[in-house]
């Protein structure tokens, strides 16, 4: 018997794997990577300007909450909800984002939410973390 063979498959590193746990993990701190995950890359999934004049402030039950500049902005949002929900659902490869609220009014976010959401990234990303 050879006990010298080579394991078959690959090795993961840690960080890989704990971060497969996470996006395809059914757990309440797998949500929360990924709205973490849809904030830092917000600009790069919608582009430089309507990243300048709307952010997503809230996520809740597959609605996230998009404040916007302007009832001007409102307007041009409402006809690209949809494909900024589908481009978002199509970064993360699942069914993450339900429905988009667009909102000139943060106080309509679920606080609750938004504050424990905030606190928890502060914790795991500190300013000035990248990625």
């Given amino acids: 018997m050879d006990f010298k063979k080579k394991p078959k498959g690959k090795l993961s590193v840690g960080s ?3 971060q497969s746990l ?3 993990g059914k757990s309440p701190l ?3 990577f990924m709205r ?3 904030w830092a890359k917000w600009e790069e999934i919608v582009g430089a300007t309507i990243s300048q004049n709307a952010e997503p402030v809230g996520f809740s039950r597959g609605t996230l909450y998009v404040w916007v500049r302007n009832s001007a902005w409102m ?3 409402s006809f690209m909800g949809n494909h900024i929900r589908d481009t978002i659902n199509q970064r993360f490869e699942k ?3 339900k429905y988009i609220k667009f909102t000139l009014d943060r ?3 679920p606080t609750q939410d938004q504050h424990e959401f905030r606190e928890m990234i502060q914790k795991i990303a500190p300013e000035g973390d990248n990625d």
Wanted: a negative charge; glycine letters at 0%; zero cysteines.
């Fill in 36 to 38: 973490w995950k849809l």
């Fill in 95 to 97: 069914n993450f984002v």
């Fill in 75 to 77: 307007q041009q949002m």
């Fill in 22 to 24: 996470f996006e395809n």
């Fill in 107 to 109: 106080r309509e976010v």
């Fill in 16 to 18: 890989e794997v704990l």
């Fill in 30 to 32: 797998s949500e929360q």
